[in-house]
């Protein structure tokens, strides 16, 4: 079983940024695709960015050229630096290991807003 402990949300203003981390309690960690997703309120659950094992990058369109997903293989982290960060980013962030099955964090909050 692999535990993950996603950290780093909290209240920002427009235009401000943050930095969201995944740690994971695995030593294969390096075989994972990562990945964050976010889920706003009555809305659904929905990719936010992804890094595949190689370092293959993928984002949602809207947050192109503000968010940033890196990973740190020694460390069993995933990152998510947000900029530019707008009320729509609102959510709840969760990040996800895929290897063989899913892992999810437990989620972090969030909001944007002024």
């Known amino acids: 079983q692999v535990h993950l402990v996603d950290s780093g949300g909290g209240l920002v203003q427009p235009g401000g940024s943050l930095r969201l981390s995944c740690a994971a309690s695995?030593?294969?960690?390096?075989?994972?695709?990562t990945g964050w997703y976010r889920q706003a309120p009555v809305k659904q659950r929905e990719l936010v960015a992804s890094?595949?094992?190689?370092?293959?990058?993928n984002y949602a369109d809207s947050v192109k050229g503000r968010f940033t997903i890196s990973r740190d293989n020694a460390k069993t982290t995933v990152y998510l630096q947000m900029n530019s960060l707008k009320p729509e980013d609102t959510a709840v962030y969760y990040c996800?290991?895929?290897?063989?099955?899913?892992?999810w964090g437990k989620g972090t909050l969030v909001t944007v807003s002024s």
């Open positions: 996800k290991l895929h290897y063989v099955v899913d892992y």
């Open positions: 695995t030593n294969i960690f390096s075989f994972f695709f």
């Open positions: 890094i595949t094992n190689n370092g293959m990058t």
